[in-house]
């Protein structure tokens, strides 16, 4: 063949694939596509979808096979079209579905990139775009779950077709919502006449409570207007799946005298809450967070997306025995409390015979520290439930005898690491604060485990509860972990590493006392001994160092509690620790005295170790850990005699006597020689 020949050839080829790609439809790709088969099946048995296929620009938002194994409602193929082509780019904040009224579908654009219709998050790299026969522009997002509108009973009489938020309050009983009824909230929108709010149009988040949420007689009539603005986020629309966790949204009630958010949060179990947070109170709207369990979400109406929740937001009429015994024990819009968010944390107070929470009704001021569900999982607890005596001690390091919410934490924590006494006045819990605002990170020390607040500021009349990742009193790390994680003993953490002093705390098969000096601590010798201070965190004289930590360190077979030490202390006088080279000689004492808080109300009883006749406060005694125990001073175990500073450098007493003795030993031998 001729090479104009090959060129035409060629010619043809190339006019024959390019005719076979312009008559490959979206349909056809739909088709040929095995994990779209069941939607495509509703397509073909569709004649409005199948001509707007044919005929029309369009997008479709495809749920994948595995989305429709999931789903177990109606089938709506039409509410998954538009009649218009949109790539992901181009995607407006709503578009108008082929359904019956025209149902709007909202798409949201995350911070993290992805795009969702409704609660549906379309799959990254899977959209399509073609032209059919009719020269049509139409493109398929691939999306992850069944799209489902606003569902009507069979047997409702009237024709209910894209209403908006006060349409599906008057017609909610001919709707499906899994027999949630809203009369008693509908009235209250009546007679505040907040009509308008809920026909305002645009696209707006509704929280609608359910009538079982107003099962205390007098909670109805908490409702005013302002209540019902703070159940309404303007101009966003959120779907659960596309939501930001815990990022605060201005509700409707947000004015000078009055400001109230709201935001969204999921459980690891997977259950959404949604809490109102009250910033500015007035008269009647106290401050504080209340919580919300979403009984049903996502469903979309003409003017944004509704979620019943099963107790109406802002309103604080609970105590916080109530809380724990209705709201999250056992919650009052189901027979028992299997999905309550603090259900494990109501049954061990019961299971231990449910003093703890008479102990808690009976205190006119308190806040509770309650460990999430997960946080009950962890491996040492199992053990610990048994022991009833073991478990209250933990209970009881939980509850403070204070209304204790964020700002007081912060006022507390403004120059040092916030310290509270629980109902046990020998037990304290010790607080921190990172960041400032929404990024703040609270965290808080209990017998020897950190836990972070995950949910402050849950606000009840008597008090408030701080939702907790862990359990405290349940050491969960070993000395060195609590070294490295506790911003109070840092300082003692960097000598121990740049020396290896640290690298034996990890061990498992020993058990370490290990008395801590707080950072405090040391910038107080910065002061006795400003030149010694500034050599004991240099890697150069790090020998020394480690000279000066090993005699605040005991080895042994068992741990010393302060107790432990107070009774020996009480029956030889002094206690005599053994130590890695030598040993360590004090006596403790309990004094009573504001030992911890200069401002506090009340007196506490503290410990107090003399040492070299000196007298050192026991700042957190018994930080309990995997292999040890810790107690933080507030001083370290130092004085003047110990350091020796001389040509820029120092030495420790017992460095000086090993020097001493090697040179009398180099000595001996030259005579000997």
Known sequence: MTSSGLRAAAALLLLCAATFAAAAELSDKLRDDSELSQF??????????????????????????????????????????????????????????????????????????????????????????????????????????????????????????????????????QLELNDFHLRTYRSQVTLAKKESVYQSPGAHTFLIPIDESFKLSARSGLVDAKVIDGHVIPNTVIFTAASQHDDPKTSAAFEDLLKVTVSFFKQKDGKMYVKSNTIVGDAKHREGVVLAEIVKANIPVQNGVVHLIHRPLMIIDTTVTDFLKKNFGCNSFKENGENGALRKFYEVIMDNGGEVLDDITNLSEVTILAPSNDAWNASLIENLLRNRKKMREILNMHIIRDRLNVDKIRQKNANMIAQVPTVNNNTFLYFNVKGEGTDAVITVEGGGVNATIIQADVAQTNGYVH???????????????????????????????????????????????YFVPRDKGWQKTELDYPSAHKKLFMPDFSYHSKSILERHLAIADHVFTMKDLVQYSEQAGNVVLPTFRDSLQLRVEEEAGHLHDENASHEWTGYVIIWNYKKINVYRPDVECTNGIIHVIDYPLLEEKDVVVSGGSYLTESSICIILANLIMITVAKILN
């Open 40 to 173: 495509y099946s509703q397509v073909e048995q569709n004649p409005i979808a199948n001509a707007t296929l044919t005929l029309r620009s369009c997008t479709i938002f495809v749920p994948t096979n595995e989305a429709f194994q999931r789903y177990k409602g109606s089938i709506h193929v039409l509410y998954h079209i538009t009649t218009a082509a949109f790539s992901k780019e181009q995607l407006p904040k709503s578009v108008s579905s082929d359904m019956d009224g025209n149902p709007p579908l909202y798409i949201t654009k995350n911070r993290n990139g992805d795009i969702y219709v409704n609660n549906a998050r379309i799959i990254p790299s899977l959209s399509v775009e073609m032209t059919n026969r009719e020269g049509k522009r139409q493109v398929m997002h691939i999306i992850d779950e069944v799209l489902q509108p606003l569902s009507v009973q069979k047997n409702a009489k009237d024709n209910i077709n894209n209403p908006d938020a006060m349409q599906f309050l008057q017609m909610a009983e």
């Open 467 to 513: 939702i907790i990742d862990r359990v405290l009193g349940v050491p969960h790390t070993t000395v060195l972990g609590k070294l490295e994680s506790d911003p109070m003993m840092s300082d003692t953490y960097k000598m121990g590493q740049f020396s290896h002093f640290n690298d034996q705390l990890n061990n498992t098969q020993r058990r370490f006392t």
